[in-house]
């Protein structure tokens, strides 16, 4: 379903403008007023980090070919234009903006700061904010067809 583009776009701040600026504040806080997570290990920082970015990476990655592959703009400024249901989208309506939140997540756990905890959550509230936005304009251009998928598939996981 296409409708005219006005109808189409969302006046939020960008979700990558948001995960960069909760970014500095937190690599500020952990720079200027370090507090550790109190895990010692670097091997074991290094894994659970690797982990939270090697999948956000993956789901990131796959979330962009499924997009590219339904012909919708990645570019947050862009009307919608297609309602994706396959490849990560099949399992959570909003993968790209779960990746950020590992992204996140796996930055805190390799820096050992304890900072990037309560700034995931301020980060996920923001997060959360644009995704009801998103909804409301999903729910207007794809309105069954979108509750369909709601029902379906979580929000988030």
Do not use: C
């Not at 969302?10 to 550790?36: D, E, N, Q, S, W």
């Amino acid at each position: 379903m296409r409708t005219n583009e006005k109808n189409t776009q969302i006046k939020v701040v960008p979700p990558p403008l948001i995960f960069f600026a909760i970014t500095i504040v937190g690599l500020t806080l952990h720079r200027f007023f370090p507090t550790t997570i109190k895990i010692q290990s670097l091997f074991i920082r290094i894994f659970f980090a690797s982990m939270f970015i090697g999948f956000s990476g993956i789901i990131a990655v796959q979330s962009f070919r499924v997009m590219r592959r339904h012909k919708t703009d990645i570019i947050f400024k862009k009307p919608t234009t297609n309602l994706i249901i396959t490849g990560p989208f099949k399992f959570s309506r909003n993968p790209l903006y779960m990746s950020l939140l590992m992204l996140y997540a796996g930055i805190g756990v390799l820096l050992n700061s304890l900072w990037f905890a309560p700034l995931l959550l301020l980060l996920f509230v923001f997060l959360r904010l644009v995704v009801l936005n998103e909804e409301k304009l999903l729910n207007r251009l794809f309105t069954q067809e979108f509750q369909n998928y709601k029902n379906k598939v979580r929000r988030w996981l």
